[in-house]
Structure formats: structure tokens, C-alpha cells
């Protein structure tokens, strides 16, 4: 046999078969059919198709298919660990409950929720996108959690698990919508199947197989062709991706094209033909957004430009990575969660589309729709999300592109009603005190803000929710100097025993920091712009800040925050406090995070600082504990303990 591929007449007779027809491709040369227990779904043929088109350009806008929080998941090993703690060293065990899966990556998102149960009593939380493993007599299927509940055709089909060898129906009796809701989920390797911790057979999100399936195909049926990977953080991507092409290369061995496969050569950073290291082969590559032609020089006839989380992808370097495609056969395809509204991953969704005369053939694949999505997640992704049209949800879940409330937090008519509401917190609840302070920018500046909360955290739906009584504003003033603050905090604390003080010690806030530190008074630090403490929340909040002021907007959209009459009679604090609310403006960042805008974005924008707003949110943040009154002897120390047990469990969750 040739050690030129070129010169071989079967390879010529390959591509007349399969250089125009990728899911062909799949199914007859990578055995992606039911027997073998991964069918191409009807999400990746769209895309296959549009693909194969020379010269075509494709943008696919899609959700995540997961579960929710605390759902079993079986390790390799007969362990069990709960989804959220499964991390990229893990290895599953396999839906034969005798191969191992590896973990590739860790996909977090939010969106609608349900809870289906079974008939011995368990249940399992999914979310609308995530993919039902079902069956029916010896009839197999696999569909998402939406088609399953649109269509009453699949009413007959159940979740099954593996227990003794045999795959045994665990009949669903009850299904209930969460709300939005928090989805954690993961790509691996294999047939994308695993077992829970019960032994129910579970679906992964699959979302690399499509890539690793077009990079082979494009690899082998086009001479000398070069396609290039690019991500805002290409490490994680060229992992995933190479995996997959492995993954495929050992399916291409097992038959009649086994061949085929001994002419590629898989590299750390680098997949060729032999023979043609330098002209033919696949890479990876991206580049900073002041240097955006660092993945500038490949052209040809046939190249190719896959970009992965485009939305994340500065324009400036998609720009170069599209301006490259100068030859008429050229392809790009663009994946990502429609995190943003504006860039040029947007435009090919919209001006840029080929429905409004452009080029791009526009793709949203609903989570709901797929049929890797988990229930679980799609149950826990509604109750953390609060309902389908929410920008979280419409993001990770539907594939939409959200509207942002033009584009802040809370909408008048949310801020309207919270100021309205009756105290939520009554007399003979086990409430704690919060005292938060921020501290202006000096005379004429920024405002100074104290603010005393009356707080309590219940169980809504098996989750902590905190519950918050505005009771006071006792200083709102941009003329205050910090030691006459502190006197007005000192006598705060007394009025108000046990209180937890927070104080944010930035800027002008340190020198306050000192005087309270310095006369003994316990206090907690706030220090928002960085990350935060806990990995479920550093993956949906870009930093503290963004996540106290999520969850702070979720208590004025629920009705679980409110303001006393002092402060709703004190039209100088009201109508600040109305128009900071009704103007945080926010955005999602390139992992799909909720971003709170800066304040020197907010600035440019005419927007000053929310500084009653602030002292609002630091009640939300994390770590901030409070002590029942009646316990106001000992509560400080509570307070101080419970801090340090976080601490401990902070250390415990990252190991």
C-alpha cells in the first residue's frame, strides 16, 4: 500500500462516498447507529448537513443537557458521588456497569427544572434540555425531557436501570416543574451513557462528539486540508476535541475502513495525515484580543474554522479567524451558548443570518429538545431559574438569545412592588440582625450607606432562601466621616445585640476598617470583586458581587425582601433607593456567567453608584451569617464559628 494517501484509488472511492454526506460518514464508517447504543440524533444531522455544503458557514446557538444538584452518579469504582462534586479526574461507570467513562468536561448552567418520580418512591431532577435514556418492551429510544413531555406518543416509554445484567423499568408516576433552576452535568467519553447511583441509565450533554466526528471527516476525505479549533480558552477545548477524534479513530479501526485510520497521526497539539505534517492536519489555537493575529497565516482550498464558545471570542479576533476563509470552498462553523446580545456570534443569528440575505445558516438547538439531556437537570434548572423566558434558562437551556430586561436587573415595576410590600419576617421567628456599611468616596462623592437588616433563611423546596426585613437606614449621607460613623455604628451594635456587622474596607472603607478593629468589634470584610468562595457558584456568577446581586434581585422578584414603614416614609433614601435598583445593568460573560456591570462601565453609562443598593446586596453574599436573637449572648462568637466552619468546608469542597 501507498504511503501516499493521494495515490490510493480506494481513498478516491471513500470520498465519492462520504465527502458530501457526513452522517453517512457516522453511521457506516464510526458504527453511530441504535445497535451500537449512540444513533446520530436529529440535532447533529442539521448540523451535518449545513456542514457538508463547500463554502458553507454555520452557527449553531444551543443549551446543555444536565442535572440537578445532589443526583447520584456511579463511579468506576462502585462509588458514589453527587453530580456536582464530579470533577475532570473522575472516571464513571459505564451504562454495562463494567467499563469506565472519563470525564472530559464540566458543563454548569441554569434552567427549567422538573422532578419526575418513580413508582418505588425515588425521583430524579432534570432539566428541560436534558436526554432521557427510555425504553419500552425491547424498544430503545432517546429524547429530551420537553419532547417527552409534549408528546404523549412516548407516555408508554420509562427510565430503566441495570441491575443484575438486566435492564429493569422504573415507571414514572408523577412528573412536576421546579422553576428555573442550577444543572450540573458533564461530557465523557465512550457511548455518552453512565450509570446513577441507583443504576438508572443516564444520558451525558454529548456536545464534543459533533466536533470530533467533523474534524475526522474533513481530516480524511479533503487533500491537504487544514481545519483550525479556536476557543477563548483553547486548552480545555483541544482535550475535549482530541479525545473525541481518538475516540472515533478507534471506531474507524474497528471496520472496513480500518485502513483508513493508519494514515492519521494524533499529536498533543496536532492531528495530520502522514506524510503531510505540515499541509495536512488539525489544530488548535486562539489569541488575546489586543493581538487578535495570532491565529493569523492558514489559508487553502479546503480550510476550515471551528470556533467553540464563540460568543466568548472577541470580535477582533473572529475577524481574523473568518477573514482567513478567502478561498471559495472555505467553511466556519460557530457553537456556543447564546450568552450575548451584541458581537459577532449575535450577528450571524441575525443580520449576519441567511434568512435576512446574509451567509450564515443559523442553527438553535434547544436543550429541551435533545434527547442527552437529563429530566433531573432540566427540574433543577426551572426551579433556579424561575421559568423558561428567563435569561439563564433562555441562554443554557433553549439555545435564545435572551432580551435582558433592556439590560438591568430589576424592571421598575419589580422595584415598585418590593418597596410596597408588608415586613415578611414575624415576631416569633428565629430572625438575626445584619448591620452592613459602605463607605463613600468623601465629601461630595459617593455616599455612605448603614443599613439594618432583620434576616431569617427558610427551607422553599428543599433550599435555604434568605428572607430580609429592611428595618432601618439610618445614615445615608455623602458629607459623613468615618469616626463619626463609627460612633453611629457602635451605637447600632447596642441597640441591635448579637448583630453581624459587614463593612466593605475598600477605598475610603479601610480606614473605618481600622477604628472598629481597633476598639475590639467583630466585623466581616467584603471584598466582591474577586471569585467566589464556593466552585458551584464560580461557575453561573463571574464574582461575588455579580452572585450577591443575583440572588438579591431574585428575593425582590420572589417577595422574600422588604422595607419597613420608617424607611418607606424616608422619601430621601426611597427615591435614591428606586432609582439605583431599577438601573444594574448586567450582562452574561463569555462562560455564560451572570456579570453584574462595573462601576466604571455603569459610569460611562451615567449610571453613579448604587451605594444603598450595595449595602442591600452584601446581605446576600456568601459567608454572611446571622445569629437568632434570642441567643444575642453567645451569637457574635456563633457568628465568628460559623465563619470559620465555611472556611473549612471551602478547603473541603476543593480537595
Known sequence: MSNDLRLLPEWHEVCKRYRYDITRFAVEALGMTEENGQAVTPQQ????????????????????GCFGIDTPIMLA?????????????DKLMGDDGKSSREVLDIVRGRERMYRFGYDDGTFHVFNESHILCLKKDDSYIELTVYE????????DYHQYRLIDGNHILIPFTTVHSLGEGDYYGFVIDGNNKFLGGDGTVFHNTGKSRSAGIVALWHLLFYPESIMMFTAPQIGQLRTVVWKEISICLDRLKQGQLGWLADFVTVLAEKVYIKGFEKTWFVFAKTAPKHNPTNIAGQHGDWYMVWGDEAAGIDDAVMEVAIGALTHE?????LTSQPAKGTGFFYDTHHKLSHKNGGKWVALKFNGELSPIVSRDKIIEALYQYGDRNSPGYLIRIRGEFPELKNEFLLTRSEVDNFVKREPIIKDDERYGYIITVDVGGGVGRDSSVITVAKVIDRQIK??????????DIPLYSNTADIVAMKAKIIDLMSEYEGASLVVDPIGSGAGLTQLLKADGIYLTEVHWGSACFKRSNRNYYFNKRSHAYVKFAKGVENGWITISDKVRKNFRVLTPLKEQLTRLPYTFDEKSRWQLLGKKDMKKMGIDSPDIGDTLAFIYMEKINYAPVEDKFTSRQEVKDSQEWDALDELAEAL
Open 148 to 155: 417527552y413531555l409534549a408528546n404523549d406518543d412516548f407516555k
Open 329 to 333: 470552498f472555505n467553511r466556519a462553523v
Open 77 to 89: 469504582n462502585g462509588r458514589i458521588k453527587r453530580v456536582q462534586h464530579v470533577t475532570l479526574d
Open 462 to 471: 428543599g433550599r435555604f432562601e434568605r428572607f430580609v426585613d429592611i428595618v
Open 45 to 64: 444531522e442539521m448540523l451535518f448537513h449545513s456542514i457538508e455544503v463547500p463554502g458553507s458557514r454555520t452557527s449553531v446557538a444551543s443549551g446543555h
